[in-house]
C-alpha cells in the first residue's frame, strides 16, 4: 500500500545555522497551514470521499505532505545545528530552546502548540475538498512569505520546491472536486 523511501523528496543541506529564520520556519512544519495539519486534514477527510478517485487523491496528497513536513523538519533542524548562546538569544528562539532545546516540534512560529482544531473535517466531500484548496492556497502565500525572508540559497531551493508541490496539490484537489461533484449530481438507481 505505501512505501517510505529513506531519503527527503528534496535534498536540504544548510549549513549556516539561523535562529532568526529556524524560528519562523517552523510554522510550515507545525502552524496552523503547516505540513502536520494538511497531512492530518487530508487523512481525515478520505473516509469521508465518495469515489475512489477522490479517497485516492487524499490518501497520495496526504502521505506527500508526511514528506513535506519531513522536509520543514529538517530544515528547522539544520538551522539550529551549531547555534551558540549568543545567536539563539539574539534569533529570538530562547523560549523555544528552553523548552525544546534544538528539537524540532510541531509549532507556530508565534509559539502556539500543534492542534487538531486547526482544520476541519466536515463529511461533506464538496466541502473538505473546498477546505483542502484553500489549505493549499495558504500553503502556497507561506511559502512564499518564507521565501521574501530568506536569503541563503540552501533554505531557498527546498522552499521554492515546497510552493510548487502546494500549486500541484490544488490543482489535483480541483480535479477530484470535479470527478466528486459529477459523481454526486449522476442520478442512482437502487434496487432491492
Not at 497531512?39 to 479517497?55: F, G, I, N, W
Not at 547555534?83 to 523548552?99: H, M, P, R, S
Not at 477546505?131 to 525572508?149: F, G
Request: charged content about 25%; glycine content about 8%; overall charge negative.
Amino acid at each position: 500500500m505505501w512505501i517510505y523511501e529513506k531519503k527527503l523528496q528534496f535534498p536540504v543541506k544548510i549549513t549556516r545555522p539561523d535562529a532568526r529564520m529556524a524560528k519562523i520556519m517552523i510554522e510550515q512544519y507545525g502552524g496552523c497551514d503547516g505540513e502536520w495539519g494538511a497531512a492530518h486534514r487530508y487523512l481525515s477527510q478520505r473516509y469521508s470521499m465518495v469515489t475512489p478517485e477522490a479517497k485516492a487523491t487524499l490518501n497520495d496528497i496526504a502521505t506527500e505532505e508526511l514528506g513535506h513536513a519531513e522536509i520543514m523538519g529538517t530544515i528547522v533542524r539544520q538551522l539550529m545545528q551549531g547555534l551558540t548562546k549568543d545567536q539563539i538569544i539574539e534569533g529570538g528562539l530562547e523560549a523555544y530552546y528552553v523548552k525544546h532545546g534544538v528539537g524540532v516540534y510541531p509549532r507556530s512560529a508565534a509559539g502556539v502548540p500543534f492542534s487538531a482544531a486547526a482544520f476541519q473535517s466536515k463529511g461533506d466531500p464538496i466541502t473538505d475538498l473546498y477546505e483542502d484548496m484553500a489549505a493549499e492556497q495558504k500553503a502556497r502565500s507561506t511559502y512564499e512569505y518564507l521565501i521574501d525572508l530568506a536569503e541563503d540559497p540552501d533554505v531557498l531551493a527546498p522552499l521554492r520546491f515546497l510552493r510548487e508541490r502546494e500549486v500541484v496539490h490544488f490543482q489535483r484537489f480541483g480535479e477530484a472536486l470535479e470527478i466528486a461533484r459529477d459523481h454526486l449530481n449522476q442520478k442512482h438507481w437502487f434496487f432491492k
